[in-house]
């Protein structure tokens, strides 16, 4: 039975129970919430998962960290490395997005290793598959294609992203709508090519129910892609994207009616005045499916910042009801991420989501805030490293700073306003 189905049926599954506690809302909100769709809980049956969580209406919101091997960067060690990383600093969920070397052993190793939910790109596995075997991955089939989600189904992948919205309708208003960027998703670029060369449908689309049977049988939420995304502010909410968006709140539709949990992925690069309308537009377009959102970043030149343009966007998107954010790190645009890399943009991603539920006004969620504020008041340094969201940095730079008065730092020193006021409302 899916979470959806026990939700459905008012049952409360041990997720459901564990997720209503960790987040400390009912399981009888909870399961009015899974049932609408509104809410998921990605995790495959066949897999246990120490750090489970539920995502969507009412949550915290979530973080997902990609890792993953290149053709050009593929060293395991390194990618569990970022895993490790991942999860230390608070990522909730991590997606394998591995193109290079032995992708199957790769997701196993990941698999082994998370605690936290695994997701992937199946559409990756095919075309590498399809490039190592037949010469080119155009050569991929529909029939591969499936074979892939099945293998990693089976694996135990708890969520998957399903380019189902990339159609020859979709894709030909990228076209007219002369686009600056065109297609920037990887999945959504090699299913472009394939349906230009073969002079068919998406693969992904016409197999949709197929897939659906296959995530029914291990509870697989699909994470439905948006592989028209805008890569320029310039194409944001253009035609191609509401098309596509409109599509996968279809597809969501179907899947909710086979028991499937869904979400939905997001933009891109989006101006900041646009974010309100694309949260709202997926919310209404998709029946309030949980809303992945791939940044979104604010500005597109922001290179070696790139994190810090997507907290902007990300920190606004969750305010209006985004209800996960994708990490970006500073590499973005320009490398493969190293583990520096990847562990500043899990912190960014979390400032944002952060930011977002204390607008949100997510249970509890300015309960850290005010520790943090309380132990600055009393200028307790070890307290506010500890409820850093970065301690290993945060006692770095207090180290190295050497005040002449200990209860102060070397910011402002004897004229430190805290401690003045605390003397000022001594006399
Ligand atoms: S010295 Fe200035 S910055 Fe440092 S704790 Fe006091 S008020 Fe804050």
Same mark, same amino acid.
Request: hydrophobic share 40%; glycine share 8%; proline share 3%.
């Given at each position: 039975?899916?979470?959806l189905?026990?939700a459905l049926k008012n049952?409360?599954s041990? /997720?459901?129970?564990?997720?209503? %506690? $960790?987040?400390?809302?009912?399981?009888n909100?909870? !399961?009015?919430?899974i049932?609408?769709g509104r @809410?998921v809980i990605p995790?495959?049956?066949?897999r246990t998962?120490?750090k489970i969580?539920g995502?969507g209406?009412g949550l915290?919101?979530?973080i997902?960290a990609?890792?993953?091997t290149?053709?050009d960067?593929?060293d395991i060690?390194?990618e569990?490395?970022k895993?490790r990383?991942?999860?230390e600093?608070?990522?909730d969920t991590v997606?394998?997005l591995?193109i #290079?070397?032995?992708?199957?052993g790769i997701r196993?190793?990941?698999?082994? =290793?998370?605690r936290?939910?695994v997701g992937?790109?199946?559409?990756?596995q095919?075309?590498?598959?399809?490039?190592r075997?037949?010469?080119?991955?155009?050569k991929?089939?529909a029939d591969?294609?499936?074979g892939?989600?099945q =293998?990693?189904a %089976?694996d135990?992948?708890?969520?998957m992203?399903?380019?189902a919205?990339?159609?020859?309708?979709?894709v030909s208003?990228v076209k007219k709508?002369?686009r600056?960027?065109?297609?920037v998703s990887?999945?959504?670029?090699?299913?472009?090519s394939?349906?230009a060369?073969h002079?068919?449908?998406n693969?992904?689309? /016409?197999?949709?129910d197929?897939?659906l049977?296959i995530?029914?049988?291990y509870?697989?939420?699909l994470s439905?892609?948006?592989?028209?995304?805008?890569g320029?502010i310039?194409?944001a909410?253009?035609?191609?994207q509401?098309s596509?968006?409109?599509?996968l709140?279809k597809?969501?539709?179907?899947?909710?009616?086979k028991?499937?949990?869904?979400?939905?992925e997001?933009p #891109?690069?989006?101006p900041?005045?646009?974010?309100?309308?694309?949260?709202?537009?997926?919310k209404?377009?998709?029946?309030?499916?949980?809303f992945y959102?791939l940044?979104p970043?604010v500005t597109?030149v922001?290179?070696?910042?790139?994190?810090i343009s997507?907290? @902007?966007?990300?920190?606004?998107a969750a305010?209006?009801?985004?209800d996960?954010l994708c990490?970006?790190?500073p590499a973005?645009h320009?490398r493969?991420?190293s583990?520096?890399d990847? !562990? /500043?943009?899990?912190?960014a991603a979390r400032?944002?989501?952060h930011?977002?539920?204390?607008?949100?006004r997510i249970?509890?969620?300015?309960d850290?805030d005010?520790?943090?504020? $309380?132990?600055?008041?009393?200028?307790d340094?070890n307290e506010? $490293?500890?409820?850093?969201?970065?301690?290993?940095?945060a006692?770095?730079y207090?180290?190295a700073s050497?005040p002449h008065?200990?209860?102060v730092?070397?910011?402002?020193?004897?004229?430190?306003?805290i !401690?003045?006021i =605390? %003397?000022c409302?001594?006399?």
């Amino acid at each position: 039975m899916t979470q959806l189905e026990s939700a459905l049926k008012n049952k409360t599954s041990r /997720e459901i129970a564990a997720v209503a %506690e $960790i987040e400390r809302v009912s399981r009888n909100f909870l !399961k009015k919430n899974i049932a609408s769709g509104r @809410i998921v809980i990605p995790k495959n049956n066949k897999r246990t998962i120490k750090k489970i969580c539920g995502i969507g209406y009412g949550l915290r919101t979530k973080i997902n960290a990609n890792i993953g091997t290149s053709s050009d960067e593929a060293d395991i060690s390194d990618e569990l490395e970022k895993l490790r990383v991942s999860v230390e600093y608070g990522a909730d969920t991590v997606m394998d997005l591995s193109i #290079g070397q032995d992708i199957s052993g790769i997701r196993r190793a990941v698999l082994k =290793e998370s605690r936290v939910p695994v997701g992937t790109v199946p559409i990756y596995q095919a075309a590498q598959e399809a490039t190592r075997r037949k010469g080119n991955f155009l050569k991929m089939t529909a029939d591969c294609l499936l074979g892939v989600i099945q =293998e990693q189904a %089976e694996d135990g992948v708890d969520f998957m992203t399903i380019h189902a919205g990339v159609t020859r309708k979709t894709v030909s208003l990228v076209k007219k709508g002369k686009r600056i960027l065109d297609i920037v998703s990887r999945g959504g670029a090699i299913l472009t090519s394939w349906m230009a060369h073969h002079k068919k449908e998406n693969p992904l689309y /016409e197999c949709f129910d197929k897939i659906l049977e296959i995530a029914y049988n291990y509870d697989i939420t699909l994470s439905l892609g948006d592989g028209l995304r805008p890569g320029s502010i310039l194409d944001a909410t253009d035609a191609a994207q509401l098309s596509e968006l409109r599509l996968l709140g279809k597809l969501a539709r179907r899947a909710h009616e086979k028991k499937v949990q869904v979400i939905i992925e997001g933009p #891109g690069h989006v101006p900041l005045e646009q974010i309100r309308k694309n949260v709202e537009l997926e919310k209404r377009l998709c029946n309030d499916a949980p809303f992945y959102v791939l940044g979104p970043l604010v500005t597109d030149v922001a290179s070696t910042r790139d994190h810090i343009s997507a907290a @902007i966007g990300g920190a606004l998107a969750a305010s209006y009801g985004a209800d996960y954010l994708c990490v970006v790190s500073p590499a973005e645009h320009l490398r493969h991420p190293s583990v520096e890399d990847i !562990k /500043e943009g899990v912190i960014a991603a979390r400032i944002a989501g952060h930011s977002g539920d204390i607008a949100k006004r997510i249970n509890g969620a300015t309960d850290w805030d005010k520790q943090m504020s $309380i132990a600055r008041k009393k200028r307790d340094w070890n307290e506010q $490293i500890s409820l850093s969201i970065d301690p290993q940095k945060a006692k770095e730079y207090r180290a190295a700073s050497k005040p002449h008065l200990l209860d102060v730092c070397t910011m402002c020193s004897e004229y430190c306003s805290i !401690k003045l006021i =605390e %003397e000022c409302a001594k006399v």
